[in-house]
């Protein structure tokens, strides 16, 4: 059974900084495409970042680009997001996921952590 742990969120003021990690239980780590989404209240659930398996390839959502970095430590099992120049509209659940091989699909989720940003 695979289980996706987030941590890292809390309240941070406009121009600050979190850095958001998420554990991974289960095998074979490494063999996996990571990502990141978010859901602010009221909105749907959105991409904010990805990473391949061997953190070679990153993508980002627009939004983000230039101010969050993804990352990965494979011998940890963790997946990092790194969030610089945090906005207000950052507000949100952040969750990280795990990306099914053949289907491309997200198909394990952690339970979230909430990140608030105030102006």
């Known amino acids: 059974q695979v289980q996706l742990v987030e941590s890292g969120g809390g309240l941070v003021q406009a121009g600050g900084s979190l850095r958001l990690s998420c554990v991974a239980s289960?095998?074979?780590?490494?063999?996996?495409?990571m990502g990141w989404f978010r859901q602010a209240p009221g909105k749907e659930r959105e991409f904010v970042a990805a990473?391949?398996?061997?953190?070679?390839?990153?993508s980002y959502a627009d939004s983000v680009k230039g101010r969050f970095s993804i990352s990965r430590d494979n011998a940890k099992n963790t997946v990092y997001l790194q969030m610089n120049s945090l906005k207000p509209e950052d507000t949100a659940v952040y969750y990280c996921a795990r990306r099914n091989v053949l289907t491309q699909d997200y198909n394990y989720w952690g339970q979230g952590t909430q990140v608030t940003v105030s102006s």
């Open positions: 990473i391949s398996s061997d953190g070679g390839g990153t």
């Open positions: 289960g095998r074979a780590f490494s063999s996996y495409t």
